[in-house]
């Protein structure tokens, strides 16, 4: 791949953007086979950072576990192959290399908002009580571009300890409406009662990958603990979560990972940290050794797993065992090549093909900085995203002008994304978006 540098000193990659090329790449790749192993319903499916298509292997995993429930009913939590039992410490083995962790420090359970709720409790205590960071500091620092539900759930919190929100929940403004400085993150950490830095790995609707190392680091240094949201990122980006000293993260498995609608969630505790009361205690997160002498009194495990809560829903888990299993075969460093070369060719087309007419790139072009979609920004990108969909090609819309445009690389090829861009052109050419109403009420 050809590769130049700009003004700026960034790498650009440099496409050809005639239909042989987008053929001839679709042959070269060695991720390609992986397509057929999913059942995509649409001509062009490029929503995947929202929800991912079913697999073969999650349908399977998903079946297995239904006829294990027939065949054992209650003797499946001891008998299953993986007993249910264990189902989230098990799966939470098999995640940990895709976010760069140790075994014990990673678990599935709950959703990604509840995670949000007991960790970021966990540790406002944890401060309160001296017992992590090197200060008493609780308030917790966010950015203006998060998905909305991190902050619901902070403040909530917040709340509950009687600390003010408007006083205890930092915003780091964004300078552009579309992406995060971390400079402005590390400086902004520079406040005196900063106690928590909580960010996600990608910003949900640019796409910006955050450097999860220097925020880590910066934070460190600060005495401050560092959390990620890594909904965006997990099963299309690598992470090194124990090699950086990310304190804690979370993430839902239903994008990227392909584990099914409202999928079982995941979460990463630090080994350092283990032995912390959750602050939302429940039964499953009891010690697994002592659990069913059903004692009154809580004594949390000494892993991850101790921020579990209710009983593992092994139906809503058990497609996410036969889709790690695909990335697994996949590789998840392969998978992001292709996502960058997919996303950087995407751009390319745009540039080429959608300036002129109005359609800008709103995701950042250094591949570093980009995770696994791409935002392209228009005045009526609800309406074209209305008119692509009635062509068979799923995008999603986010206020106030994004089209997300997601090229998951298990089953999009580079195809896919030119046949994306023609449709884009060919919608504005004929104002064909002109048809449909302005954005309304409802899902997108």
Not at 226 to 249: K, R, T, Y
Not at 275 to 282: D, I, Q, R, S, Y
Request: aromatic share 8%; glycine share 10%.
């Amino acid at each position: 791949m050809d590769s130049s540098t700009g003004e700026d000193g960034a790498t650009e990659r440099d496409h050809r953007t005639g239909a042989d090329y987008a053929r001839e790449r679709d042959e070269a790749d060695p991720l390609a086979a992986f397509r057929g192993r999913f059942d995509v319903p649409d001509a062009h499916y490029m929503d995947g950072n929202s929800l991912g298509p079913v697999s073969d292997a999650a349908v399977a995993s998903l079946e297995r576990a239904v006829e294990e429930w027939r065949e054992l009913a209650i003797r499946g939590w001891t008998d299953a192959e993986p007993p249910w039992f264990y189902y989230g410490e098990r799966l939470g083995d098999e995640l940990a290399p895709l976010v760069g962790a140790r075994e014990d420090e990673v678990v599935v359970g709950n959703s990604t908002t509840v995670n949000i709720h007991t960790l970021i409790g966990t540790f406002l205590d944890a401060l309160e009580r001296g017992e992590v960071g090197e200060t008493d500091a609780r308030a917790v620092l966010v950015n203006d571009l998060d998905f909305p539900t991190d902050h619901y759930a902070i403040r909530a919190q917040l709340r509950q300890r009687g600390l003010d929100p408007d006083e205890h929940c930092h915003l780091v403004e964004s300078r552009d409406g579309r992406t995060i400085e971390t400079d402005d993150i590390v400086a902004a950490m520079d406040e005196e009662d900063v106690g928590i830095v909580f960010m996600p790995s990608v910003l949900y609707r640019s796409g910006q990958l955050l450097d999860v190392e220097r925020i880590t680091e910066a934070a460190h240094e600060r005495g401050i603990l560092a959390g990620f949201d890594l909904a965006h990122s997990i099963g299309a980006v690598p992470h090194e979560l124990s090699a950086v000293g990310v304190d804690f993260a979370v993430w839902c498995s239903y994008k990227y990972m392909n584990a099914g609608p409202g999928a079982i969630a995941g979460l990463y505790v630090n080994e350092d940290h283990f032995g912390l009361t959750p602050a939302l205690a429940g039964w499953w997160g009891h010690h697994k050794e002592t659990q069913f002498e059903l004692n009154l009194e809580y004594t949390p495990a000494e892993t991850a797993g101790a921020w579990q809560i209710g009983t593992i829903p092994v139906l809503s888990a058990a497609p996410l065992e036969g889709a790690i299993e695909i990335t697994r075969e996949a590789g998840i460093e392969a998978i992001r090549e292709k996502s960058l070369e997919l996303t950087s060719y995407l751009i390319s087309l745009t540039d080429e093909h959608l300036a002129d007419r109005g359609v800008s790139v709103g995701t950042p072009r250094e591949p570093e900085r980009r995770g696994g979609h791409v935002a392209l920004e228009h005045a009526d990108a609800y309406r074209i995203s209305q008119a692509l969909r009635d062509r068979g090609i799923v995008v999603d819309f986010r206020p106030p002008n994004v089209i997300r445009v997601c090229p998951a690389p298990l089953y999009t090829g580079y195809r896919d994304v030119r046949e994306v861009v023609d449709a884009v052109a060919e919608i504005v050419d004929e104002a064909e978006y002109e048809e449909y109403e302005r954005q309304g009420d409802g899902v997108t």
